[in-house]
RNA sequence: GGAGAGGUGGCUGAGUGGUCGAAAGCGCUCCCCUGCUAAGGGAGUAAGGGUUAAAAGCCCUUCGAGGGUUCGAAUCCCUCCCUCUCCGCCA
């Protein structure tokens, strides 16, 4: 949620930044409804300011034995006046939290322009692809030769976008999230955390995937509103809200793998072959809550922090900043992290790392104690994936490939296979 | 699932239908006092919102959530949520 004041009082200016996006903020709907406000707020208020004084008067009055029936004929048509009032405020603001809910948050300065993934900005490459002497195989056709990958029994099982994994992929899928758990947890400061892959309406609201972006989330049946997390992002991030945290406590850090679940809506046909686009996956996140000056560095270290898992897993990658057409809803900078596949003969996404700045923590109630002023203030958030394991899996199969179909394992993830360095047919 | 108890400020914990945003204690901040420490004395200390260019001041809201009764609700009534204790069931 954006600061209502600043809206308030500078709507071009948030219309400008917003329109960056493509966002059309109506401008005029947004000061129509704010002036309507003020008359309708002043007017509830000095209602009920006349109510309290004079029922006050009125308890005054009979505890000196006085005869109030004067003072209650006069407050009569108080309470009806009152009623219509609020009704119409509260319409007044449901609207202008409708409205405030749906705009998305104000861009960085240093987003580069674009409308689409095309316009993203490479910050830097890491690790060198390598050239292969024979023709790159996808990770579905490895995971066979291999064994361990189903996606016919995951279809049976449930539908499509879903995968089973047997024996020493199964076992390579645990081995990575342990692996990022040990190194976010151990070198990197986070602390580890257990959450619920369930929530409610209020948490999803929170971090901005409600109520505009239902349709993603899987709902389940019953007579409590839940839904499965699309990300840890959801839990992790919520842990904060409603708090007001002291500044000796900042900045926090937490992990959690978890499994994620989105229902790709709209991406009908897009990524159907293989785990690069699944309904369930497993992923570690990385939340921060920071104070607002440290934000920006807390996204470059946090950049840095799934970075180091792709450099230990020798995996070529590069960093892209995106432009303002492909941001997400929450945030006011994202880098993206993306592996190379040699199948693909491209890079795709493996990572996102967002700074919400104080998005997130308005729409929660997340807030520190500002030493300077003594006041509380919002916080800022980060997230970011580190990693997505499936799509670590489908990089390492690949980018480990050899002539003959069988996979080298890199040394950081030996010690979580046993003695198992190498991915051979079983 | 059954029976009972309870949800009040950073924490503990009082609270009568009216002057209660709420006693008291702890904690915290500032000041005083003692050579230091310990102890003691005094003052202050919830959040959100509006009005304002901003502040001061003033006003509104909030005692788990939502409704209701009333001139007036932390206090009375209804519904829901959560916590605790006992019983049952259970990974």
Not at 173 to 198: C, K, N, S, W
Request: a negative charge.
């Amino acid at each position: 949620m954006l600061d209502a004041k600043l809206v308030r009082t500078n709507p071009e200016l948030v219309a400008q930044n917003l329109a960056r996006r493509g966002y059309e903020l109506d401008t005029r709907q947004l000061t129509d409804l704010e002036s309507q406000r003020k008359t309708l707020q002043l007017q509830v208020e000095e209602l009920r300011s006349q109510r309290t004084l004079r029922s006050k008067s009125i308890g005054q009055a009979k505890a000196q034995g006085k005869d109030i029936a004067p003072l209650l004929a006069d407050v009569e048509s108080l309470g009806a006046e009152l009623k219509t009032a609020e009704a119409a405020f509260e319409q007044n603001q449901q609207r202008l939290r409708e409205l405030f809910l749906g705009l998305p948050n104000l861009l960085h300065e240093s987003v580069p322009d674009g409308d689409s993934e095309e316009d993203n900005q490479e910050i830097r490459q890491w690790g060198q692809p390598r050239t292969l002497d024979f023709t790159a195989r996808d990770h579905v056709d490895l995971g066979e030769g291999v064994g361990g990958l189903h996606f016919d029994r995951a279809a049976r099982l449930t539908g499509a976008r879903f995968v089973v994994m047997t024996g020493q992929l199964a076992r390579l899928h645990r081995a990575l999230t342990q692996f990022m758990l040990d190194v976010q947890t151990t070198e990197h400061g986070y602390t580890e955390a257990y959450v619920p892959y369930i929530v409610n309406r209020k948490t999803l609201t929170g971090t901005g995937q409600l109520p505009k972006f239902e349709e993603d989330l899987f709902k389940l049946e019953g007579d409590s509103e839940y839904f499965l997390i699309p990300t840890a992002e959801v839990p992790l991030t919520n842990l904060v809200a409603d708090r007001i945290i002291e500044d000796q406590d900042l900045p926090l850090r937490y992990t959690a793998h978890t499994p994620c679940f989105r229902s790709e809506a709209g991406s009908y046909g897009r990524d159907m072959r293989g785990m690069i686009r699944q309904h369930q996956f497993d992923k570690v996140e990385m939340v921060q809550i920071v104070r607002p000056a440290e934000s920006y560095a807390a996204l470059e270290t946090m950049t840095g922090h799934a970075e180091s898992i792709l450099q230990k897993l020798e995996l070529p990658y590069r960093v892209v900043a995106l432009c303002a057409g492909d941001i997400g809803f929450g945030a006011a900078k994202t880098y993206d992290i993306e592996v190379w596949l040699p199948a693909q003969n491209t890079y795709r996404e493996i990572s996102s790392c967002s700074n919400c700045e104080a998005f997130q923590a308005r729409r929660m109630g997340a807030r520190w104690r500002n030493p300077e002023t003594g006041k509380p203030e919002p916080v800022h958030t980060l997230n970011g994936s580190g990693l997505a394991v499936g799509r670590t899996m489908v990089a390492l199969l690949e980018n480990g490939q050899q002539a003959d179909g069988s996979v080298k394992l890199p040394p950081a993830l030996w010690p979580y296979m046993g003695s198992v360095r190498t991915l051979a047919a079983p």
